[in-house]
């Protein structure tokens, strides 16, 4: 049995409704292995598009082209039979988001085939693969912020330290709440892409337009805008002209092939 999942959300290019609705998918058991059968479907307006998800299947690094355009396919399927007014078609889809999910496969109580519920943080030197390396496999976002702290928590116990109270639970990211709505195009401010650089590990043109900023959001991003982001963090960066070409037709390319914008899934 595989130890991972493989997770497909849906980008619409079209706006389902105002607020986000979970709906039960009309599949069996023998349909949807993973889910168990009957899980929720939900959708979510993301500014003028909408994020329909989540659909599953095991997989391994060598299906995952075949498995992404299953899954596509499967799961407007399922929500068309859970919602058949919505009369989704592969012409809504602009984009989609990816990325592992770890199994239960004995490692907690339940269906080895099931997703697993519980965050694993690993202590690599107490199985002596290497001294002082500590890896974390999460299972939703909504979970992260506590498994940052738990992780936090843990390497301060391999240095025989005693760990600082941790305060995430109740201060804020400095940027909370400021973020504002955008037509398609518009240019983050110079400070948002330096951030991403300098405080948010950004080292390629992707990673600011789809993972840092809303530049990529549906229906895609604007080139122009997409050039002047190149101009601030290639200067940030060190590229040269080349270079910064190049990044700018990375980013075009993977805004019109339906490339993944993120790694993960929840």
């Known amino acids: 049995l595989p130890q991972r999942a493989l997770g497909l959300n849906l980008v619409l290019g079209r706006r389902l409704a105002d607020v986000a609705v979970g709906v039960r998918a009309r599949t069996s058991r023998q349909d949807d292995p993973i889910g168990g059968g009957r899980r929720f479907l939900f959708f979510m307006p993301q500014g003028q598009a909408t994020l329909l998800g989540t659909w599953y299947t095991l997989a391994d690094s060598s299906d995952v082209p075949e498995a992404r355009g299953k899954g596509i396919q499967a799961l407007l399927e399922e929500f068309n039979a859970a919602c058949p007014r919505a009369r989704l078609a592969l012409s809504d889809v602009v984009g989609y988001h990816w990325g592992w999910l770890p199994l239960k496969a004995g490692a907690e109580p339940g269906r080895a085939d099931a997703l697993a519920d519980r965050p694993r943080i690993l202590d690599h030197g107490r199985t002596g693969e290497a001294r002082n390396l500590i890896s974390v496999e999460g299972v939703k976002y909504t979970t992260a912020r506590r498994v940052a702290e738990r992780a936090v928590d843990r390497v301060f116990t391999v240095l025989g330290r005693p760990s600082p109270p941790c305060r995430t639970a109740e201060v804020g990211l400095p940027a ?37 900023t809303g530049l990529g959001a549906a229906p895609g991003p604007d080139r122009s805008a997409v050039e002047a982001a190149a101009r601030v963090a290639g200067i940030e960066l060190g590229w040269d002209p080349g270079y910064e070409q190049a990044e700018i037709e990375s980013v075009m390319q993977h805004a019109g092939t339906l490339d993944p914008a993120t790694e993960a899934v929840g």
């Open 176 to 212: 909370a709440g400021t973020a504002t709505a955008r037509e398609r195009g518009a240019l983050p401010s110079g400070e948002e892409i330096l951030q991403a650089v300098r405080h948010e590990m950004a080292i390629k043109l992707t990673d600011i337009v789809f993972r840092r």
